[in-house]
């Protein structure tokens, strides 16, 4: 069996136009099959993930969403990913946890890639709320929203100018030179 890691990489972006997608209960297992697997620290699998698909529930995240992110109304999905330090092993001068939370997400969203699906983390967010609205433990630290959805070309009236510009044309990356040296 052949795995094309470097394909889901390579496709992988961050839209922000998004058509409705059905999220049944298989694509919430094959989602959560792959943040099974993840490395971590002393194998303490520190992430945890709440997979919001009912209409009444993504109304309410929407209300913790910075204005810029209101193109996320589209969504068919919202991951709320979160974790607190006491899940994780305890280095001095680390927050291990959220590298290991990360590393699980960067999964998930290479795997809603692989099947087709957009899966755009976002920052903007209030956190609180979000705490809230998904009755959280109040020591979490809520990392990220990942939404999920399926691409279209049609540009939505909620993108700003610059969002649906980089729907187009996919943003500057840096050169390679500029993120890694060899010593």
Known sequence: MSVDVKESIRKRRAYRALAPVEIDDELIHELGESI??????????????????????????????????????????????????????????RDYYLFDTGMATAFLILRATELGLVAHPIAGFDDKKVKAILQLPEEATVIALVIVGKHTSL?????????????????????????????
């Not at 009236?157 to 890694?180: F, G, M, Y």
């Open 36 to 93: 099974r697997l993840p490395p971590s620290c002393f194998n303490k699998q520190p992430w945890r993930f709440v997979f919001v698909r009912s209409p009444e529930v993504l109304k309410k995240l929407h209300s913790s969403l910075s204005m810029n992110n209101r193109w996320v109304e589209a969504a068919s999905l919202i991951i709320a990913v979160y974790s607190w330090k006491d899940l994780d092993c305890v280095l001095p001068g």
């Open 155 to 183: 540009i939505s009236s909620l993108l700003t100018a610059k969002q649906a510009e980089a729907e187009v044309t996919r943003p500057a990356r840096k050169p390679i030179e500029e993120l890694i040296s060899v010593r």
